[in-house]
């Protein structure tokens, strides 16, 4: 089955800081992930126009990107992602897979605007498939909403973007967002978009721990 998700988002870059950002790793790890995070089996072929179009094809799906210098120094983004849908990733995968990249585009826009040119670091962890997780998640975080300030492993933040299956937080160094996909059969998950020193394995044991001390509540 045939599937086609389309975005167009304004960014507060130029074309070429948006081109580092899609298609470098340290800034794809600002608000995606990188090339290393992909499975060895889903292994990319890229076709680059810098920093004008890149595409990347994953097996039956592909990725396109297309980058338009707009005015004040800004950019608008042309964004695609289709292929072929396996019947059994369910009725909900396609409406989740676009909520997803209604974050990630997002989260791109935030990562030029908070921390341009910055080298990130990325790192996920995910719970135990439990529903219960989520509203887990939002109480130890005080069900906050967009504007507030909060707590979290890693420091004190401000939340950005609340959705029903999404919420975002702002540290001084970093985008944590946190993705519920129970929908689809996975556990929430933490991706932390980390743009000062620390390592990654340090990320991924942190919110590993916060993640079970939540799941054990």
Excluded: C, K
């Amino acid at each position: 089955m045939n599937f086609e998700i389309r975005r167009e988002i304004a960014l507060p870059a130029g074309p070429d800081e948006v081109w580092r950002a899609i298609a470098t790793p340290e800034g794809q790890a600002g608000w995606f992930m990188t090339v290393e995070d992909v499975p060895e089996d889903a292994a990319a072929e890229v076709v680059e126009d810098p920093p004008r179009r890149l595409e990347q094809r994953f097996g039956t799906q592909a990725i396109e990107y297309v980058v338009e210098a707009a005015s004040g120094g800004s950019t608008v983004l042309r964004f695609v992602h289709s292929g072929i849908r396996e019947e059994d990733w369910g009725d909900e995968w396609e409406t989740m897979t676009g909520l997803g990249w209604d974050l990630y585009l997002f989260t791109l826009a935030e990562y030029l605007r908070h921390f341009p040119g910055r080298p990130a670091v990325y790192a996920e962890t995910e719970a135990p498939p439990d529903p219960d997780v989520w509203p887990g998640v939002l109480a130890a975080l005080g069900d906050p909403h967009v504007g507030d300030r909060v707590e979290t492993p890693v420091g004190p933040g401000v939340v950005d973007i609340r959705t029903g299956t999404h919420l975002g937080i702002r540290t001084d160094t970093a985008l944590v967002r946190f993705h519920e996909r129970s929908l689809i059969g996975m556990g929430t998950a933490v991706g932390h978009h980390e743009t000062g020193s620390t390592d990654r394995e340090s990320l991924v044991a942190t919110w590993s721990r916060w993640l079970d001390g939540v799941a054990e509540r």
